[in-house]
């Protein structure tokens, strides 16, 4: 490819959006904002092109071009005008939740090889793949991708066991560590940057619990154990319990179920708007003096912040970003004790700057490194020979 004479590249992004997901759109305008920081520090300019569940939506909120996911010609006209694809971040390439994610998201990388473009992974979490029949498709697909970078060291060893050569696998943190809170608002939790240990994140003299949990099992079972452990804390330290709901529908149900089984405690305990704007909800976990997640990236926005974090395990994704702050779940979804978790809760809070203190190297590794694949899409753009 040669260089631009405009000196600006189009770039077709493909995940999860445009269905107003917290997480995920925290990864779109995370990768965003990456690419345009990189692109202009090289004197160069980005056009992102997002493949959307909700195109007009995806355009409103971020001032980028938008089309349809799911309209193929929409979106083999949208390569066939770029420049490269990113595929990116996010779970996409996992068998959980059903048999269509995989094939969708290595189907869009192959349209845009057919299409002669470069196709770039970006800080992508990889399983679980359950079904031996799509291992070879994703390894074909990441072999012949310009770039590969994935979010944690399980899924570079999941490809590596696939066939991906381990030394063409780049292990980066979620884009999302390095989002920044809307210009112009000022630090509100107790964070290194906001107000002194022990004095943010409160309302009406009494620290905020964030807690985001989701629907995981289908006998209720883990959000009957969260109430029971909440309950706990409430009993030793007098603090407001606020919701946090990452998926707008699900998440809020999932909330009122545990609120629901609070008893004497509900009062104290509150949900927030489910944020379309995903600094929005940022801006709400640095408001907490504590948070309590079972969401990657409700634990992932807490860690950006430095507000301490308690995770609670569904997926081997938490384990593998609680071990980057070299700190392990405080409970599963098979098993929780509520004794040990108020204990714990209790102790951060009443010193949250011991966590910060443990946590703030690694939270700042993170932080610089969630940058290097913007800095590698972009310097291969400005050098395919390299590739």
């Not at 309209?71 to 996992?94: M, V, W, Y």
Request: proline letters at 5%; glycine letters at 12%; a positive charge.
């Amino acid at each position: 490819m040669k260089a631009k004479k405009d000196g600006k590249y189009k770039l077709v992004l493909s995940g999860y959006y445009g269905f107003r997901n917290s997480g995920d759109e925290a990864v779109l305008l995370s990768i965003l904002a990456a690419l345009e920081k990189e692109a202009a520090q090289e004197g160069v300019g980005v056009e992102p092109i997002v493949l959307s569940g909700d195109p007009a939506w995806t355009e409103k909120q971020y001032g980028v071009r938008a089309v349809p996911r799911m309209k193929l010609g929409e979106l083999r006209k949208a390569l066939g005008e770029s420049d490269g694809l990113i595929s990116g971040g996010g779970s996409l390439l996992q068998d959980a939740t059903g048999m269509g994610s995989i094939p969708y998201y290595l189907g869009v990388m192959e349209l845009a090889r057919m299409r002669g473009k470069p196709t770039f992974v970006y800080a992508q979490g990889i399983g679980p793949v359950n079904r031996p029949m799509f291992r070879p498709w994703i390894a074909r697909a990441f072999r012949k991708a310009a770039y590969v970078s994935v979010r944690d060291a399980g899924s570079a060893d999941l490809l590596a066991d696939f066939g991906v050569a381990r030394d063409r696998i780049d292990v980066v943190p979620d884009p999302v560590m390095g989002l920044p809170l809307p210009e112009g608002a000022g630090s509100r939790s107790g964070s290194s940057e906001g107000a002194a240990a022990g004095g943010g994140g409160t309302g009406a003299d009494r620290p905020i619990v964030g807690v985001s949990v989701r629907f995981w099992r289908s006998d209720r079972a883990d959000l009957d154990r969260v109430a029971g452990a909440l309950g706990k804390l409430a009993e030793r330290r007098s603090v407001r319990l606020r919701f946090l709901p990452f998926h707008r529908g699900s998440d809020e149900d999932a909330s009122l179920y545990v609120m629901e089984r609070l008893g004497r405690f509900a009062a104290d305990a509150e949900i927030a708007p489910s944020h379309e704007a995903p600094q929005e909800m940022l801006r709400e976990v640095d408001r907490c003096s504590l948070l309590v997640g079972m969401r990657l990236h409700s634990l992932i926005y807490a860690a950006g912040r430095e507000v301490p974090l308690l995770g609670l395990s569904y997926d081997p994704k938490i384990d593998q970003f609680l071990g980057q702050l070299g700190a392990r779940a405080v409970g599963t979804t098979d098993s929780l004790d509520a004794d040990r978790f108020a204990e714990t809760a209790a102790k951060m809070l009443d010193d949250p700057q011991a966590w910060r203190e443990k946590s703030h190297a690694a939270i700042w590794r993170l932080r610089e490194e969630s940058a290097r694949p913007a800095q590698s899409i972009v310097r291969s753009l400005l050098n395919p020979d390299r590739r």
